[in-house]
């Protein structure tokens, strides 16, 4: 069983992923260029990984350490968990490290994990328009002599639209499966895994991340989403989200995708806020009209939850 979460979140003012430095006194946002020239921002799954790591933390869980020489740490485990370069209890690692469990790892000698999270990156619906914010560096100086700093051109993303997607191996959370004979040793109990696939699903639901979050604070949660149970990992929504200039979402699209997939999935929801398209309503009768169930973003995420929280 699959978990797909196809989503779109909006943005205001942000620099939400940086790229590498363009040289002088300019700090560039992470962007592609079409076959037409125009440029898009977006956030790397990488980047995104990380700022659901953060939100995990956010909401009680614990993450592994590296220490200082890049070496897996598990603080007042780790003599309990590890011995030299092999695994001692891996169960308790499972149990006590989410992200060793929901995004992979890879230690020295002592074997790999694939990521039960699959995360693509997200991706700008409009072009980048060329925008930037500016601060200032300053410089010391002698007592007594003017005050003086460097102006910082920012490249920020205005006013646009992010889509995003995850896919959920529900079947590999919670479970150690080796990658040759596919042999699969439970490491968490039904209770435990429901609970960590939950507390996942809330931090995709309450995201939290981005750079220069200090002075440029945004909000990268879903504000539109589309959530299914299915057979296989396909994310067959990345290329049917599209939003014209008047704000508009193409719904039409959408549904018809999940028409032409309906032979692998096992459920479909949706959810939406309000006023963040010009269509809403007509988004909501359309879907309701096409018997799939629309009501807002906490109820449509609720509906991958399943057993104790």
Known sequence: MFYNISYISKVNLASLNGSESMGGNITPIKKI?????KEYAYISG?????????????????????DENGEPNFLELKDKIIEGKKFKNKKLMYENFCDLDLFGYMFPNSGRRWSPVKVSPMMSIHPYKGEYDYLTRKQLVEEGSAKKGNIVQIEIDTLNYMRGNIIIDVDRVGNDINEYTYEVTPMLTEEEKNIRINKLIDAVRFFNG??????????ISPKFAVLTKQKTGNPFLLNSIHINDKNELDIKSIVEEIIDNKAVLDGVRMG???????????IKKYVEEENIEIGSITEAFNFLKTGAE
């Open 46 to 66: 990488q980047a995104q990984r990380r700022y659901l790591k953060d939100t995990l933390m956010q909401l009680g869980e614990r993450i592994s350490a590296v």
């Open 33 to 37: 260029t079409d076959n037409e020239g």
């Open 272 to 282: 939406i806020s309000k006023n963040i398209f010009k269509n809403e309503d007509e």
């Open 210 to 219: 981005g750079a220069k979050q200090a002075r440029n604070l945004e909000d």
